[in-house]
């Protein structure tokens, strides 16, 4: 009688989320409720766990794990950053008695070491495999290895067990999702090698309906809560639903790329309406070039957009595979949300091959000028199963191993254009700055909807960045490439003739300029201790004298060998050549250091001939 009693006896299965108690960046419950919402892996798995198991989420960034607590299997979702912690508790549960099943990105690209800390992996999306893997357990025959075939269907979709997660813990948990997959392929990112190159769409009743339950879920669950809580806490509650902090009407779309599909976000919005619901996503930046859309997602509630800014620099945007970000029209774009109320969070990546000290700054002035509401710096990392992490593992640039230090927030290779420890402080400074009370007073000053909710965030970041990071600094060389930087109008050019640039000319014959402007752009060399001041559009005789202003004050303060370079410029006047080659302007700039031209005599041979040379370097022409 007793076998048969436990062979029918309810199963219990334990979800965890590993996060290290004592990671320095760990969130006050003010924090979390303000900034923070839980991941859907453990929920999704839930769902899909077969009927006869009780199920039982802890996530260690809002609880702390029981070990001894009764369960017959255990289930850990693992990024790169939190499997050591992973491992850790995987160890503690097994010299227990407990059987561990570990999945999540981190084991599909490390299987042979997670396997060392546990009894089965699974690699790639978790659905189809599941099942599988409990019905396994169950007839004591779980293999050591579950791998997915194919991506599974998301239609008919198990929607996530969000009541399992704490009610009090986050921004929200009312998360859901719309797409899988990625079509973009961007170098740092691990979507679409994990989630697929194409995206899936779940199709929109179905999203709908699931909303539409949740909604009305959460708002029993408040009813409830104010009924059977005290005084003060009924009324805390009713004063966090005024404000719009709390209302169960706020939900996140956890896709990766939301706004994938126009005609399907089209669908999704118009269905939206009804439900009269807030919701934010992670969304292309460029979806504020088509207004109509933006206005439509305002309409059906989108009251927040992370978008992947990731850099202010079109050189980098290039090197990581997204020049679909266009700088030129970051502003605009901005703008184009924010007429519509909608909240811009952009991501910024820090260390790119391009970036060097000047990044910082100019990535603030930037987010502070444009009054985004929220920003997130972090620092390039190369994630195991990503196209960065090769090319930096088969370089030999990456120098430490320990996964917990793969956050976004620590050095761990080396950088083309500074050093380890100028990104690791320039990422410090750049959190410091644009959470200071100035800019939070300008970026929030116009802010005309939910300004106490964006208001809170702030402030709990602004704590968040107080407690975690040391203040940073920028190097003496960071302000001097920043001064170098410019945009500069060509004036007088209707009496001047304009001089095209011979290797200009070869690659774009009979192309003329359409702007007449002179971009200044500065950077470090690669190899030798010089800025490199590249030159690009026309070059008059005024903004030859900026120009000449510029390289003297820097030359001054970085006391580094500065390389003019002529390659990129399109056209110039004569008198424009003429006083880059004034001895006595020069003899300004030397003597504090040498200043050498590059490409000059082979971009206007025709026009120097007959001008002397005398006293100039130039850097032999390759």
């Known amino acids: 009688m007793e076998s048969i009693r436990s062979q029918t006896q309810t199963r219990r299965l334990l979800l965890v989320d590993p996060y290290p108690r004592n990671n320095p960046y760990h969130l006050t419950a003010s924090e979390r409720r303000a900034v923070w919402f839980p991941k859907l892996s453990l929920p999704v798995i839930a769902a899909y766990t077969p009927a006869g198991w ?103 979709y198990t929607s996530p067990r969000v009541e399992l997660l704490s009610p009090d813990a986050y921004m929200t948990r009312q998360c859901s999702f719309t797409t899988r997959g990625c079509h973009f392929d961007c170098e740092f990112c691990s979507v679409s090698p994990f989630n697929g190159k194409t995206t899936r769409r779940r199709p929109v009743p179905e999203v709908v309906k699931e909303l539409t339950q949740v909604k009305r879920w959460i708002r029993s669950e408040l009813v409830e809560r104010m009924r059977r809580g005290s005084l003060t806490q009924a009324l805390m509650t009713g004063l966090r639903i005024r404000l719009g902090i709390e209302d169960g009407t706020i939900f996140a779309f956890v896709d990766d790329l939301h706004n994938s599909h126009r005609a399907y976000c089209r669908e999704l919005w118009e269905a939206l309406k009804p439900l009269k619901i807030k919701w934010g996503c992670q969304s292309t930046l460029f979806l504020g070039d088509d207004e109509e859309m933006v206005k439509l997602a305002a309409e059906s509630g989108c009251v927040s957009v992370f978008v992947g800014m990731e850099s202010l620099d079109e050189e980098s945007l290039e090197e990581t595979n997204k020049s679909f970000n266009r700088v030129q029209k970051f502003e605009d774009e901005i703008k184009m949300f924010h007429d519509h109320g909608i909240m811009v969070n952009p991501g910024i990546v820090f260390g790119f091959d391009h970036d060097d000290e000047a990044v910082f700054e100019r990535a603030v002035e930037f987010l502070v000028k444009t009054r985004v509401e929220l920003a997130y710096f972090n620092v390039l990392t190369p994630l195991p199963g990503t196209a960065l992490y090769e090319r930096y593992h088969r370089t030999g640039r990456i120098f430490d191993r320990d996964w917990a230090k793969y956050d976004g927030k620590h050095v761990v290779f080396y950088p083309s254009r500074m050093t380890p420890e100028q990104l690791q402080e320039g990422f410090f400074w750049a959190n410091h700055q644009f959470y200071s009370i100035p800019s939070i007073w300008h970026r929030l000053s116009g802010t005309k909807q939910r300004f106490v909710p964006r208001l809170i965030m702030n402030r709990e970041f602004r704590k968040l960045i107080k407690r975690t990071c040391p203040r940073g600094g920028l190097s003496p060389v960071a302000a001097v490439l920043k001064t170098l930087q410019a945009k500069l109008p060509s004036f007088g050019l209707e009496t001047e003739q304009l001089i095209p640039n011979a290797l200009h000319a070869l690659k774009k014959a009979g192309e003329t300029s359409q702007e007449l402007w002179l971009k200044i752009k500065a950077k470090r060399h690669d190899q030798f201790a010089a800025l490199v001041v590249d030159l690009e559009g026309t070059l008059d005789q005024l903004n030859a004298r900026e120009l000449l202003e510029r390289i003297t004050q820097a030359a001054e303060r970085a006391r580094m060998d500065i390389i003019v370079n002529f390659e990129h410029l399109r056209e110039a006047t004569p008198k424009a ?35 002397s040379l005398t006293g100039l370097e130039m850097l032999k022409e390759d």
């Open 54 to 156: 009780d199920v039982d989420l802890v996530d260690e960034a809002v609880e702390d794990i029981d070990f001894d607590r009764p369960c017959d299997l255990v289930g850990l979702s693992v990024m790169t950053c939190y499997a050591p912690r992973a491992y850790e508790i995987a160890t503690e549960f097994r010299k227990r008695g407990k059987p561990v099943v570990i999945g999540g990105v981190h084991p599909t690209y490390c299987p042979d070491e997670a396997l060392r800390y546990c009894d089965a992996i699974v690699c790639g999306e978790a659905e189809d495999l599941w099942p599988q893997v409990v019905a396994d357990f169950e007839a004591g025959a779980m293999k050591r290895i579950y791998k997915m075939e194919s991506f599974p269907s998301i239609e008919d």
């Open 577 to 611: 050549l003429q006083t880059l080659l004034d001895s006595e302007a020069l003899k300004a700039v030397t003597p504090y250091v040498k200043i050498r031209y590059r490409k000059l005599t082979t971009a206007f041979e025709a026009a120097l001939e007959g001008l």
